[in-house]
């Protein structure tokens, strides 16, 4: 008895929204671009408190040296740019910011001074660094920040609830930043999280990869008085194209196939064609071959639509006499010893289309020097991209002397164009001294 598959297991990912994912993208910013919000936001307060006469400025002293600390802080930040520096150094410049805000209220009226909110900038993106000490390093800004004016000269006599308003602006904004600091926390996970799953995602292609490249054939492979060779360049990791060789007692069988889309399940397909098509190896009628991988695709597959166009042969190496059955295919060519061509007509339709009638086998006899070439979609646009591009490489065959080279020359073409298709091309060709 066939028991049922255990049920899928899904893994809650907790939910991180655009404010968490602003969180760690200020994080994880330079530190000039975290300070060019501060600068702007100083740049206006310093306007407005020369440009509106209601905002006075107690003393020009301080004010002018609140813009020479601004100043030097964007410096300082502009240089830590360019060179790579601990948190530690990083952390200097909100420092001289929070000193900055005292400053700045010291010069424009303290108690009555607009400006305490500038503290916000430098606390937040303090907080959205990795690890809990920088709530409290934001916490400990705000509250020496709130306290400069004090070290300025101003007494609790003049601002009787000056330390009220400090320790008040210090906890909401440390609570403000202990928000920023679990929002980038929570999406720093999330990031890692996705980041695991894509290195698992890649191992895993990586050795699904390595298996589909290792059910190719060999080089190696001998057919008396002919020439055979064949390459696969997937456009990613897993193709859907796949050639194949082996012997039978009948002379060396082959096919090449193209399964309709790219990717994983084209590849778990063309694995899947493959392996039907040779268990029919010991079959002498070729169209069993064909039958087979168009059942098993048709009944295990039917609801995925899933099809593929197939060209398997088999050649008799005494006679030269090439068996073949073309299942949709129809880019196959035969190369003459002059450099002349026909292209090979497809009379079936591709495997996994369910049909009623029997597969056409046919048959044609290779001559010395004459090639059989059998590509996917994919080599054509190394070319032109339609079929044209069979006379283009009907001309590579005539210019090399051997499957191999001309199968190089095919390689190197998809290395360096980059295909968004997968290419494959398998060449037949009869030695020359074969008259």
């Known amino acids: 008895m066939t028991s049922a598959p255990p049920p899928t297991r899904t893994v809650a990912v907790p939910g991180v929204d655009s404010l968490a994912m602003a969180a760690i993208a200020l994080g994880e910013r330079s530190v000039l671009i975290k300070q060019l919000p501060v600068l702007a936001l100083f740049t206006v307060a310093a306007v407005l408190s020369m440009a509106v006469p209601t905002i006075s400025i107690s003393s020009p002293v301080a004010f002018?040296?609140?813009i020479a600390m601004m100043l030097a802080a964007t410096v300082l930040a502009a240089v830590f740019h360019r060179i790579d520096v601990s948190d530690r150094a990083v952390l200097l410049v909100p420092a001289i910011d929070f000193a900055v805000v005292g400053v700045l209220r010291f010069a424009t009226g303290e108690s009555a001074s607009i400006f305490s909110s500038l503290a916000i900038l430098p606390a937040v993106w303090i907080a959205a660094m990795p690890g809990r000490r920088f709530v409290v390093w934001a916490f400990l800004g705000v509250a020496l920040g709130q306290l400069v004016p004090f070290l300025l000269?101003?007494?609790?006599?003049?601002?009787?609830?000056?330390?009220?308003?400090?320790?008040?602006?210090?906890?909401?904004?440390?609570?403000?930043?202990?928000?920023?600091?679990?929002?980038a926390r929570v999406a720093r996970q999330h990031v890692a999280d996705i980041a695991s799953r894509e290195?698992?995602?890649?191992?895993?292609?990586?050795?699904?990869?390595?298996?589909?490249?290792?059910?190719?054939?060999?080089?190696?492979?001998?057919?008396?008085?002919?020439?055979?060779?064949?390459?696969?360049?997937?456009?990613?990791a897993i193709g859907g194209d796949f050639f194949d060789w082996y012997h039978t007692g009948g002379g060396t069988a082959f096919?090449?196939?193209?399964?309709?889309?790219?990717?994983?399940?084209?590849?778990?397909?063309?694995?899947?064609?493959?392996?039907?098509?040779?268990?029919?190896?010991?079959?002498?009628?070729?169209?069993?071959?064909?039958?087979?991988?168009?059942?098993?695709?048709?009944?295990?597959?039917?609801?995925?639509?899933?099809?593929?166009?197939?060209?398997?042969?088999?050649?008799?190496?005494?006679?030269?006499?090439?068996?073949?059955?073309?299942?949709?295919?129809?880019?196959?060519?035969?190369?003459?010893?002059?450099?002349?061509?026909?292209?090979?007509?497809?009379?079936?339709?591709?495997?996994?289309?369910?049909?009623?009638?029997?597969?056409?086998?046919?048959?044609?006899?290779?001559?010395?020097?004459?090639?059989?070439?059998?590509?996917?979609?994919?080599?054509?646009?190394?070319?032109?991209?339609?079929?044209?591009?069979?006379?283009?490489?009907?001309?590579?065959?005539?210019?090399?002397?051997?499957?191999?080279?001309?199968?190089?020359?095919?390689?190197?073409?998809?290395?360096?164009?980059?295909?968004?298709?997968?290419?494959?091309?398998?060449?037949?060709?009869?030695?020359?001294?074969?008259?």
């Open 64 to 66: 002018a040296a609140a």
């Open 153 to 183: 000269g101003s007494s609790l006599e003049e601002n009787p609830n000056e330390l009220a308003r400090t320790v008040f602006s210090a906890v909401a904004f440390g609570l403000a930043a202990a928000i920023v600091n679990d929002l």
């Open 199 to 236: 290195r698992s995602t890649l191992l895993e292609l990586e050795h699904a990869s390595t298996v589909q490249r290792a059910l190719l054939p060999k080089a190696g492979t001998h057919v008396a008085d002919f020439g055979l060779a064949a390459v696969c360049v997937p456009s990613r």
């Open 255 to 435: 096919t090449v196939g193209d399964v309709m889309g790219k990717g994983v399940g084209a590849g778990i397909i063309a694995a899947t064609v493959r392996a039907v098509v040779r268990s029919a190896r010991g079959e002498r009628d070729l169209s069993v071959a064909v039958e087979r991988a168009s059942e098993a695709l048709a009944a295990d597959l039917g609801d995925a639509g899933a099809f593929a166009t197939l060209f398997h042969a088999r050649v008799d190496p005494l006679t030269g006499v090439v068996r073949y059955v073309d299942a949709g295919h129809g880019l196959s060519i035969v190369v003459r010893a002059d450099g002349t061509w026909t292209r090979l007509p497809s009379r079936n339709l591709p495997v996994g289309i369910p049909v009623d009638e029997p597969w056409v086998v046919e048959e044609l006899e290779l001559a010395a020097s004459e090639a059989l070439v059998v590509c996917s979609d994919g080599v054509l646009e190394l070319f032109e991209g339609d079929v044209g591009a069979l006379g283009r490489i009907a001309d590579l065959v005539a210019a090399e002397r051997n499957a191999d080279a001309v199968v190089g020359r095919i390689r190197a073409l998809a290395r360096d164009s980059d295909p968004d298709d997968d290419v494959t091309v398998l060449v037949l060709r009869r030695d020359a001294g074969d008259a």
